[in-house]
């Protein structure tokens, strides 16, 4: 997902994005609910795109790819190093055709080294990046796959930011770039406990604890030391321990006393005030359901005659809008639309190509 990711922010800033698909169709097609034919998945990665579906297993396929890509500003493609290249759609060829270009290729490893060939997927990362084993260290568990698939969403905002710099390098030199991205690299560059590792620091969990509270649980951000000692020079709590007392018991006795502490509140509202005045960052543990009511929620076509809700794009501007312009995109949906927008091919060019099988649609 971090190819479509990336493509999807660049639709939400304004750009024309073209998704160009296989006749078998994007695996995330059967990804969550399925509304007239869009599975949820899908739709929330491909909203503001246009669509066209290609055979790429056919020469005139590849060649009108290849004329797309000669007057495009960006491609991103997030296959396994040397696809490109064997669909006849390799950095060097598309440079030839378009010097401007700017190539967008994401991988699991990068380009070369000996991991490169591997198939990469977000868990793969998660593993191979050292993820997994810390937060089974942290928790004392056995070791699991985050639910969130980190290593994607960093690999396509890495992919956006190099990208735009590229873009911006391009307007000042007149010659364009390929970007070769590792999701593996991502991960390390956007992991503040990796940082901490690498330079030989202890690793610690730095990140919030949460507590039971009246009301639901809630989180308090911070190393636990900051916590108690915010709650004691504040609130006057107290372990009850003498100074000679272990250190073992302290901790276990402090961490006993903070939580009853919280659950002491007869509700949220003084609890986060009490918090507030220790100067302490907290925040409630919300349902998936409750969290919504807070986001930035679109309302999209759902092509069907209704709507259907999708998160909406993060970017807001003094002076630009920013946002989903379209919903998301039946396979080959745009085929005429977009060579002819995109290429000035005649209508009678397109139907040729979908009698030949090289342009598909649903």
């Known amino acids: 997902m971090s190819g479509p990711f990336a493509g999807r922010m660049l639709a939400d800033l304004g750009a024309d994005?073209?998704?160009?698909?296989p006749p078998e169709g994007d695996i995330s097609r059967v990804w969550g609910q399925s509304r007239h034919g869009l599975a949820g998945f899908y739709t929330q990665q491909n909203v503001g795109k246009r669509n066209v579906c290609l055979d790429l297993k056919q020469p005139a396929a590849v060649d009108v790819a290849r004329r797309l890509a000669a007057v495009a500003d960006v491609v991103i493609e997030n296959f396994r190093p040397g696809v490109m290249t064997r669909l006849g759609l390799g950095w060097d060829v598309l440079r030839v055709e378009n010097p401007r270009l700017v190539m967008l290729s994401i991988t699991g490893f990068g380009q070369t080294g000996p991991d490169a060939d591997r198939q990469a997927y977000a868990p793969v990362i998660h593993a191979e990046s050292g993820l997994i084993a810390r937060q089974a260290a942290f928790d004392e568990s056995a070791p699991t796959d985050p639910i969130l698939s980190i290593a994607d969403y960093n690999g396509g905002l890495h992919g956006l930011v190099a990208v735009l710099a590229a873009l911006l390098l391009r307007d000042r030199t007149g010659a364009g770039q390929w970007i070769d991205l590792s999701m593996r690299d991502a991960m390390f560059a956007t992991d503040d406990y990796a940082h901490h590792a690498l330079d030989g620091e202890p690793i610690v969990r730095l990140g919030g604890r949460v507590f039971a509270a009246t009301g639901g649980p809630v989180l308090i951000t911070g190393e636990f030391k900051h916590i108690w000692r915010q709650l004691s020079r504040v609130h006057g709590v107290d372990d009850g321990l003498p100074p000679t007392a272990a250190l073992e018991d302290k901790i276990a006795r402090r961490h006993a006393v903070a939580a009853a502490w919280v659950a002491s509140f007869a509700d949220r509202e003084h609890l986060g005030?009490?918090?507030?005045?220790?100067n302490l960052a907290w925040a409630v543990v919300r349902s998936h359901d409750?969290?919504?009511?807070?986001?930035r929620v679109a309302e999209i076509d759902d092509r069907g005659g209704g709507t259907r809700k999708v998160i909406d794009s993060p970017y807001?501007?003094?002076?630009?809008?920013?946002?989903?312009?379209?919903?998301?995109?039946?396979?080959g949906e745009h085929n005429a639309e977009v060579l002819r927008d995109w290429l000035d091919v005649a209508a009678t060019e397109v139907v040729a190509l979908e009698e030949s099988g090289a342009l598909a649609r649903e």
């Open 17 to 21: 994005v073209v998704k160009v698909e």
């Open 273 to 278: 005030a009490a918090l507030e005045k220790a």
């Open 290 to 295: 409750d969290a919504f009511a807070k986001a």
């Open 316 to 331: 807001r501007f003094s002076d630009a809008t920013s946002g989903i312009s379209r919903a998301a995109p039946y396979r």
